[in-house]
């Protein structure tokens, strides 16, 4: 069994206040883009997660056991393999995207798992699986966790340029902290979630612990870009065009002068997927 995990990437991210358990409060809208990484399932001989991109534990592996247990299921061990495409620790939500993509994958594998108990299981995997369980636009709110499914955007096209550069979203976080970058609940409260395409608060933390994002950001902007911010926590750094067409143009002039450049699109939301 196969299954695509797509990058997000946040089309706006708003910052609010920190919250008693540690977590920010925020408002942002995510996208699925077509930047995928690809998981296969197979029975096996043992439950094991194959990925030699990344290092330490894997959230897929986490994804399965808490499966089994919450679910009960006793069906054969299952051999999980991904191919790493999206940029690691680089704010795409690539873990998230695999842990989401394993609990599809089990879901259907199994027979068991209703929406509330893998939207159950994806929150406490980590604070951007449960967005991440449908791929498509959504809006998210809470610490991650309230997830409204939004329609499909009119195409439009994303420059990818990681920047090589590994940021940990927690180091990031305590840095926009640091300079007191979060809206009080009631600013974050009256924002019109429409209205902020290309707005990351995050921004500014992430350029202070990795300053090579502003090169990124003047690359896509010189690019032909309409708007360029970082993606997440960063360091990805993200252009947007209007038409998907020159985004894939640019992306291509770009890796002919050996730039690591990437074209995407959104990813189709569930609604408008084919079949
Ligand atoms: P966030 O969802 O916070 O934006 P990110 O996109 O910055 O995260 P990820 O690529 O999801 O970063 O990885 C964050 C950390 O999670 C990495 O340091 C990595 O070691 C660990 N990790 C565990 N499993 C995975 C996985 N399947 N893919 C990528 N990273 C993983």
């Not at 706006?12 to 008693?20: H, N, T, W």
């Not at 990681?162 to 976080?173: F, K, N, R």
Request: hydrophobic share 45%.
């Amino acid at each position: 069994m196969r299954e695509l995990a797509p990058a997000k990437i946040n089309v706006c991210l708003c910052l609010g206040p920190r919250r008693d358990d540690g977590l920010h409060e925020l408002l942002s809208v995510m996208q699925s883009i077509t930047l995928c990484d690809e998981l296969e399932m197979l029975d096996g001989q043992r439950d094991e997660t194959v990925c030699p991109d990344v290092e330490g534990p894997n959230l897929v592996a986490a994804a399965l056991a808490a499966f089994r247990e919450a679910t009960g299921w006793s069906g054969p061990p299952q051999r999980i393999e991904i191919v790493k495409r999206i940029p690691v620790a680089a704010g795409m939500g690539g873990g998230s995207a695999d842990a989401a993509a394993a609990l599809r994958l089990l879901a259907r594998r199994s027979g068991l798992g209703d929406t509330r108990l893998l939207l159950e299981l994806a929150a406490a995997l980590g604070s951007d699986v449960a967005s991440q369980l449908r791929p498509g636009r959504v809006l998210v709110r809470g610490a991650g966790e309230v997830v409204t499914a939004l329609a499909d955007p009119a195409p439009f096209g994303v420059l990818v340029l990681p920047s090589g550069q590994m940021l940990s979203t927690a180091a990031v976080y305590r840095e926009a902290d640091r300079l007191a970058l979060g809206r009080t609940a009631e600013e974050l409260a009256a924002l019109e979630p429409s209205a902020l395409t290309g707005i990351n608060d995050l921004e500014a933390a992430a350029l202070a612990l990795a300053p090579s994002i502003a090169t990124a950001l003047a690359c896509a902007r010189e690019a032909g870009a309409t708007r360029a911010m970082v993606c997440g926590s960063g360091a990805t750094v993200i252009g947007l065009f209007d038409d998907p067409l020159e985004g894939a143009r640019a992306a291509s002039r770009l890796v002919d002068h050996g730039v690591d450049a990437r074209a995407a699109r959104p990813f189709p939301g569930a609604a408008s997927a084919p079949g």
